[in-house]
Nanobody, 118 residues
Framework: QVQLVEFGGGLVQAGGSLRLSCAASGRTFSSYVMGWFRQAPGKEREFVAKISGSGGNTYYADSVKGRFTISRDNAKNTVYLQMNSLKPEDTAVYYC???????????WGQGTQVTVSS
């Protein structure tokens, strides 16, 4: 049974940093795309960042480019999201997801809350 579990959310002041982790279990995802999404209250879920299976290619939403960094450790079946210079508008529930290239994401985590105070 595949499971994705996110860690690292919390409350931080504007300008601060947090590092999210998402550990996958149940199978190996080294050839899968891993991504992060977020959903703020009253808004639709939005893409944040994704990383290729090898880790050689990364993509970011314009709103987080230059502040967030996605990385992965295939030996640990884990994807990370380093978030710096956080802003109140980054407040959301953050979800990790795993999928095959060119296809909808197959698996999703339960989400972790990130709250940025002004």
């Amino acid at each position: 049974q595949v499971q994705l579990v996110e860690f690292g959310g919390g409350l931080v002041q504007a300008g601060g940093s947090l590092r999210l982790s998402c550990a996958a279990s149940g199978r190996t995802f080294s050839s899968y795309v891993m991504g992060w999404f977020r959903q703020a209250p009253g808004k639709e879920r939005e893409f944040v960042a994704k990383i290729s299976g090898s880790g050689g290619n990364t993509y970011y939403a314009d709103s987080v480019k230059g502040r967030f960094t996605i990385s992965r450790d295939n030996a640990k079946n884990t994807v990370y999201l380093q978030m710096n210079s956080l802003k109140p508008e980054d407040t959301a529930v953050y979800y990790c997801a795993v999928g095959r290239v060119g296809r909808p994401y197959d698996y999703w985590g339960q989400g972790t809350q990130v709250t940025v105070s002004s």
